[in-house]
């Protein structure tokens, strides 16, 4: 059975800092492109990060570009979202996603699983 479980959330100060983590079960990790998504209220889910299966490279979104650094272990099937200068325009319910054949990886839908989101609050 997969399984993502993100955990990692909270209500943190802008300029702060907070680490996700997406505890990964019932699949090879390394197979897949793993995406960090998130969605504000009322707004559509938008790609953060992702670190892609064909090439291993990790790519930014260009809002969170030199603050966030994704990261995966392998061995230890985790996935992590190290978010620093964290603003308030990062609240959002923070997702992680797998995809085996993703061409578009910043397009949810081409994700296969998801986790069920952990909540960011950036805010004084």
């Known amino acids: 059975q997969v399984q993502l479980v993100e955990s990692g959330g909270g209500l943190v100060q802008p300029g702060g800092s907070l680490r996700l983590s997406c505890a990964a079960s019932g699949f090879t990790l390394d197979a897949y492109t793993i995406g960090w998504f998130r969605q504000a209220p009322g707004k559509e889910r938008e790609g953060v990060s992702y670190?892609?299966?064909?090439?291993?490279?990790?790519y930014y979104a260009d809002s969170v570009k030199g603050r966030f650094t994704m990261s995966r272990d392998n061995a230890k099937k985790m996935v992590y979202l190290e978010m620093n200068s964290l603003k308030p325009e990062d609240t959002a319910a923070y997702y992680c996603a797998a995809g085996l054949v993703v061409v578009m990886a910043t397009e949810p839908k081409e994700y296969d699983y998801w986790g069920q989101g952990t909540q960011v609050t950036v805010s004084s």
């Open positions: 670190i892609s299966n064909s090439d291993g490279n990790t």
